[in-house]
C-alpha cells in the first residue's frame, strides 16, 4: 500500500490569517488541528487538506510550488481575481508576457498563485484548485508518482504530472532549468500510511525510491521528516486510522 497525501502545509508568520484568505478565496471551512495550526478542509475533490503552521521566518523567494486555480469563463477569472484582491492579494510579475492569458498573484504573506484562463486545455477536466504548478525535474515527478501511487499523466520533454485516480489537482513539475534550492520550502506535503501500516516499513519504502531522512530518520512525536530526490522536505505521519 502506498501513502496518501495529507495535507499541504503552508509555513506562515500569521496562520490565521493566512488560513483565512484562503478560506475565503477557495470556499473551505477550517477545522480543529491535532497540532498547533490552522486546518482548511476541502468541499469538492481536492483530497487533501491545507495545513497552516507558524514560523517567525520570512519568505525570501519564490515558492517551490505554487497554485492554479481554475476558471469556466473570463468573468469567472475576473470574479476569482477581484475577490483574492479584496481578500488582500496583490498582483505580482514573475515574467510573465502580456500575452499570457494567466493572471499571477501574491497571498498575504507573498505565496505565489495563478488563476488560469477559461482556455487553459490543460486543466480543463480539474476542479476550482487545478494543479499544484512545482519546479521541479523528471526525476522527482517519477517519485512522486510512486510515492503516492498517482498515474503519470503527463511526461513530455522532461516535464511531468500526476494526478491521483479519484480526480483532484494535477500535481506537476516543469523540468529543468530547476532553481536552486537556498532553504527550507514554505510548502511541504504531509503523506501518511494507510491504516494499520508501518511508519518504518513505508519510510523505508520511500529512501528506496529516492528519498531521504533529515537527520537521525527515526520517527519522532509519530512523523519521520524526509525529502525527496529534488531535496524538498516533507513529512510521514503515523497510519491514519479508521
Known sequence: MTSQLV????????????????????????????????????????????????????????????????????????????????????????????????????????????????????LADCGFVGALASDGTQEVGYFWSKALGWPLVWDQDQETAIRSPHGGPKITWGGPPVSPKTGRNRLHFDLAPPAHGDLRAEADRLVSLGAARIGTGEPEAGRVAMTDPDGNEFCLLAPLRG
Request: glycine content about 8%.
Open 7 to 122: 495535507a499541504l502545509c503552508f509555513d506562515a508568520n500569521d496562520p490565521l490569517r493566512l488560513a483565512r484568505f484562503w478560506a475565503g478565496v477557495l470556499g473551505w471551512e477550517t477545522a480543529d488541528d491535532p497540532h498547533e495550526g490552522v486546518t482548511l478542509l476541502p468541499n469538492d475533490d481536492t483530497g487533501f487538506r491545507l495545513r497552516y503552521l507558524p514560523t517567525r521566518e520570512k519568505k525570501t523567494g519564490p515558492n517551490q510550488m505554487h497554485f492554479d486555480l481554475t476558471s469556466d469563463s473570463d468573468e469567472e477569472q475576473q470574479r476569482t481575481v477581484a475577490r483574492a484582491l479584496e481578500l488582500g492579494a496583490r498582483h505580482i510579475d514573475v515574467g510573465q508576457r502580456p500575452e499570457e492569458g494567466h493572471v499571477v498573484l501574491a497571498d498575504p504573506e507573498g505565496n505565489e498563485f495563478c488563476v488560469t484562463e477559461a482556455s487553459n486545455t490543460f
